[in-house]
């Protein structure tokens, strides 16, 4: 039986990860479609951080992302559709995730590393370059199929 992730919303640094690093994060959106034209409610509150998620619900599983970046929240199941026949991004493989935090002995700086690696592409490297730009995102994570 396969889960269904469903993460919309603004892609950016935003989130903070105890130790004082923005981390690439999603500010969640409540109501969102799917790729299926169903919708979807998510019942979390506050920022996501990506390698956090997919650390806690997906590390190690065989899983499919499938995302759509936009210029505009996705609220209708029509936008999102026209948005996939412009094109959707989609990868298969098993997930490696976590974040790290490292300290510097001779600056004394303290920093945090984050890694999204599915099926041996980088996630977290794809996304990082939206996330600058103020882009909306609509990731739909399957595990196990």
Not at 38 to 49: M, W
Not at 77 to 100: T, W, Y
Not at 129 to 143: F, K, L, P, R, S
């Amino acid at each position: 039986m396969s889960k269904l992730h469903v993460l919309n919303g603004k892609l950016g640094w935003d989130g903070r990860d105890g130790e004082g690093d923005c981390l690439l994060s999603i500010t969640p959106i409540v109501k969102a479609p799917t790729f299926a034209g169903e919708s979807y409610v998510d019942a979390s509150v506050g920022i996501i951080t990506l390698a956090s998620f997919f650390k806690q619900h997906v590390n190690c599983h065989f899983v499919t992302v499938r995302y759509i970046l936009s210029s505009q929240h996705i609220t209708d199941p029509n936008d999102l559709l026209m948005l996939v026949s412009e094109g959707m991004h989609s990868i298969r493989g098993q997930v490696e995730a976590g974040v790290f935090h490292r300290y510097s002995d001779y600056t004394g700086y303290l920093w945090s590393d984050e890694t999204m690696i599915v099926g041996g592409h980088d996630l977290h490297k794809e996304l990082s370059e939206y996330a600058h730009q103020g882009n909306y995102i609509h990731m739909e994570i399957t595990v196990g199929e």
